[in-house]
Each structure stands twice: as structure tokens, then as C-alpha cells.
């Protein structure tokens, strides 16, 4: 079919013939509230180069998060797209001395697909702007993918003097 299609506390059934065993949807399909799958006849494969939402007012189906969790590894979000992002904030929160470093792992509150992941630091001294000051003058931070299911980490004090600081961890990739 096409054009714009509104599917809100229903089924929409496609009717248009099979091309290859495959339907070609173009516009813009709008699940609302719908309760059950959209039906497509003789086991055809929907092919759609428009917009799906979940809503009329336009929300991507990308964005609608599928699954929230925590553990005592962190906390993850997963996204409809396949989609993942994890956190575990204070990974180190201790004193670390002058010019010493530190390193570990962090495993991660649940497995991407694999370990092609991004993963982020952030590093503070403390909360006030000062502290964010001396950790950005004195202290680095490094993380990668270790695995689908952990990640590895180092901080290093640069300053003259020992210091405590937190490292927080953040992890991007696909549950799916």
C-alpha cells in the first residue's frame, strides 16, 4: 500500500498483491495503540522505506526502549533499533597517589552482541567546578571492549600529590 496508514487499538491486514513474496510499503505506518502484529497475506515480507512510529504524534520506533534493568554491575537501557547503552558509575572511587595508575575490568550489567562497542570515561575529583578542573588537569582515563560481556579500564594521576577521584563508564553498542 500506500500512503499514511494508523493503526491505533487495532489491525491493519495488507492487501496489495505480493511482489517477489515481498510488500511494498511506502508512507508512513502509525502503531498507536495497537494490540496485535501487522498481518501480511501468503507468508510476504513487508519491505517499508518510510517512517515507522509508535504514536500519531510521530515518536521513531527507534527510540521506544524495549527493556531497563540494573544489577550490581550497573544499568542498561536496550532500544527497539538494537540499540544498548550500559553505566556504572564510581567503577574506582579511591585515592590514587601521585603519578601512580590504576586499572581493572568492568563487567558489564548485560552482554552486547559482541565486543564492537564504544566505551567513555568520565572522571571527576569531585563536583564542584574546581574538582572537574583537577581532574581534567591531573588525572586521565582510558576504557575498550574487553568482550560482549565486560570492558577494560585505566586512570593514571598525573598531579604531584595523591588524590581521590570517581570513574564513571559508559558503554554504547547493539544487544541485537
Known amino acids: 500500500f500506500t500512503g499514511n496508514r494508523l493503526m491505533n487499538n487495532g489491525t491493519y491486514g495488507f492487501d496489495g498483491a505480493a511482489q517477489n513474496n515481498r510488500n511494498i510499503v511506502s ?3 502509525c502503531l498507536g495503540n495497537a494490540t496485535e502484529n501487522i498481518r501480511v497475506p501468503g507468508g510476504a515480507l513487508p519491505i ?3 517512517n515507522i512510529t509508535d504514536d500519531p504524534a510521530g515518536a521513531y520506533l527507534y527510540s521506544r526502549i524495549i527493556e531497563r534493568g540494573s544489577n550490581d554491575n550497573g544499568e542498561y537501557v536496550r532500544f527497539a533499533d538494537g540499540t544498548q547503552r550500559c ?3 564510581a567503577v574506582h572511587n579511591a585515592s590514587l597517589g601521585a603519578t601512580t595508575a590504576a586499572d581493572g575490568a568492568w563487567t558489564l550489567p548485560v552482554s552486547f552482541v559482541d565486543d564492537n562497542y564504544l566505551v567513555g570515561t568520565n572522571c571527576r575529583n ?3 567546578a574546581a574538582g572537574v578542573r583537577t581532574a581534567a588537569q591531573h588525572f586521565s582515563a582510558s576504557a575498550v571492549s574487553d568482550s560482549s560481556s565486560s570492558a577494560l ?5 598525573g598531579g604531584s600529590t595523591a588524590a581521590t577521584f ?3 563508564l559508559f558503554a554504547e553498542g547493539r544487544w541485537r
Request: net charge positive; no cysteine; charged share 15%.
Open 27 to 29: 508512507g508512513n505506518i
Open 48 to 50: 517499508h522505506n518510510g
Open 87 to 89: 553505566w556504572k558509575t
Open 126 to 128: 569531585n563536583t564542584s
Open 153 to 157: 579500564w585505566g586512570i593514571y594521576n
Open 166 to 168: 570517581r570513574l564513571d
